[in-house]
C-alpha cells in the first residue's frame, strides 16, 4: 500500500514524502521516519528514489520532556493542535481559562482571554501575535517559541499582575501535526524585583514595600527611643497597576534644619536637648538662653530683606561661636534664636556685650538691641518647650535693654507662664464672660493740669490663672493670628463708654486705641471703623488709632490709602514708640501723622543730653 501511494505521489510531482511510525528495535519500540526522496539525477522514464529510515525517538521525547519543564510553575497550559486550530486539552488553576469545550478554536480563545488586558492597543497586539495563522508562519521561520509580557487581571477580585504567556511549538510525531503549549506564569514579583532599582537607586531608604493602600508621613521612634519624622512616599509603579511602590525615608534631619541659617530649628533645638539631657547625671549645670532681635523689622525696611537675612545668618553664627559654647543652637523662629550652655560658660558680663549689635551699609548704620532670657535648668523634669517659654518670658521683663540687656527667670514669673494656644482658645470665653477689663489712661495737659485726651489699656483677670501680663497675652495672641479679635473687643468698649459719657452730658475726651498691623487686612475691623466714623450721633475726632513705628513699617506698603481713609473720616492718627526702632525722618516725610509720641528711651536722655533735646524740639517743629 505504501509502495503504490509513493509511486502514485512521485509521478504527481513530489519530492519527498515522510512517514513516522512505531517499531520493534531489539526489544523496544520506538519512534522512526522514513523518508523517500526522487532523485532528479535520471531521465523522466528512468525514475530511481531513494528511501532513508532513520530513528527520531530521542530528539522528539527530549523536546517535549524540554517544553514540560518549562511550563511546570505555570498556573495555567493549554495544549493546541496548530495544524487545524483547536485547542485539545487545558490544565488552569483559574476558571477564566479552562476551555469552554473540546475542541474550542485557539483563535476563539485567544480573543477571550485577551479581554483581561486592560490596555486596548495591547489587546489587539496581544490577539495578532498569539492568533494560529502567526504561529505557523513563525514555525515556517523556524522560530518555535514566542513570549509576551503584559499587565493582566488574571481573574475577578484578583489585583492586576504581570502575566508573561509563553507558547513553544513542536511537530508531534505519532499523529504527523503541528502542536504547541501555550503556558501562562505570574511574574510581578519578579517584574518589579528588576523595576525597582531602576526606579530608587538615587537615596538609601530604610526600606522598599508593596503596599496596596495608601499611608503619610508620621512620627516614629528610632531604637534610641528618640522621636524622629518617617516620610512615606508613593510612586505608582504603573498606572494599571493597583499597587503602588512606597518608599521610607527618615527625614528627620531636614525636618529640623532652618533653611535659612543651615542650622536647627525648634524642632531640631528640642530634639537633641533631650538627648543631651537624657544622657546627663545632672540637669541644673545647664540654661536656656533665648535671644531677640529687638525691631528687627526696621531692618528690612531700612535695608531690605537681603541684608535682613544676612544679618540673622550673622547672628546665629556670633551665638554659636562665641564664649558661651553652646551645646546647641537654633533659629527659633524669625529674628528669636535659642541655645544650651553649661553654666559654668554664662557669663552674663560678656552676654551685654553681645546683645549690641551695629549694622552699616551705603553710608547708614543702624544700632540693634537684642534682648536675651535665661532659664536655668532645675533638678525636676521638664520639657524642652517648657524651658524655652520661660526663657521667652524672662527676656519679656527686660524693662530698658540699654541698662540691662538679659534678665533670668525666677519663681515670680510663674504664673505668666502660660500655653499660647490654650489662651488663643479661652480667648472667646474671656470676652464673654467679662474677664478683659478696659481701663483707661489719662493725658494731661502740661500747661492746664487738665485732662486731654486719654488712652485704652486691657487687662485680662482670669478665673483660675489670675491677672495675665499684657506682656504675655497680646504677644500670644499676635503669634496665633486672635489679636484681632481683642482689638475690635476694645474698640466696641471704648466707643460705648465715650457714647454713655457723652449722653450723660459728663465731659467727653478723645481716647485712643491701639492696632495691631494684622487690623488692618482685617475686613471686620475697617468696616467696624468706617461705621463709627459715620455715626452723626457723636461728635467727631473722639477717635484716635495708635500704630507702632515698626507696625507702620510693615504695613506701608499697601495700606496707606486706608491710613488716610480713615483720618479723612475724621480719625486721628497716632504714631507710637517713634525712634525705639531706627529713626527715620523720612517717615515724618512721607506721611501726615497728627500725633507723635516719642519712645521713652529717648525721651530719658532730655537732661543729660543737648544734643537730644534739640533732635526733639527739631521733631516737634
Known sequence: MYENVTVHSLAKGRERISLNYRTLIKQEYRWVCMEVIRSAEYKPDAQIAMMYIRDINDEYLKHLDKIIRHAKDAFASVIVNISDGSCIMANSRIVSLELKDVNEPLDSYIERISQSIPQREVRTQ?????????????LAQG????????????????????????????????????????????ITENYFSEQIPHMLYRKNFDRIEIIERYSFSVHQFNKEGEKCLKNYTFFYFNKFFDTIVATV???????????????????????????????????????????????FKAVNELFGTEIG??????????????????????????????????RKNLNLDMLTGMCQKKLTRGGKTLHLSVKCGIFMLEKKKMSVNGMIDRAKIAQRYITDEFVQSYKIYDSSMKNTYIDKATLAGELEEGIAKGQFKVYFQPVVDAKTGKIASAESLIRWFHPKKGFISPGVFIPALEDSGHISELDLYVLDSVNKFQKKCYQSDKITVPVSTNLSWMDFYDETIMNWLEKKCADVSMPSGLCRMEITETSYAAIEADRNATLEALREAGVLLLLDDFGSGYFSFGMLQNYNFDIIKIDMSFVRQIETNTKTRSIIRFIIE
Request: proline content about 1%.
Open 126 to 138: 496581544y490577539r495578532k501575535v498569539f492568533c494560529v495563522d502567526n504561529l505557523r508562519e513563525c
Open 143 to 186: 522560530k518555535d517559541m514566542i513570549q509576551w509580557e503584559c499587565p493582566v487581571y488574571a481573574a475577578k477580585g484578583i489585583s492586576l499582575r504581570m502575566i508573561r504567556t509563553t507558547v513553544e511549538m513542536v511537530r508531534n510525531v505519532s499523529y504527523d501535526r503541528l502542536e504547541a503549549l501555550i503556558y501562562f506564569s505570574d
Open 249 to 295: 525615608e527618615d527625614i528627620t534631619e531636614k525636618f529640623e534644619q532652618d533653611i535659612l541659617t543651615g542650622g536647627y530649628n525648634r524642632q531640631g533645638f528640642i530634639r537633641h536637648v533631650e538627648r543631651i539631657l537624657k544622657e546627663s547625671e545632672d540637669r541644673t549645670g545647664y540654661a536656656v538662653v533665648f535671644f531677640d532681635i529687638k525691631n
Open 309 to 342: 537675612d544676612m544679618m540673622l545668618r550673622k547672628v546665629y553664627e556670633d551665638v554659636r561661636k562665641s564664649e558661651l559654647k553652646p551645646l546647641v543652637s537654633a533659629r527659633e523662629d524669625a529674628d528669636h534664636f535659642i541655645c544650651l550652655v553649661e
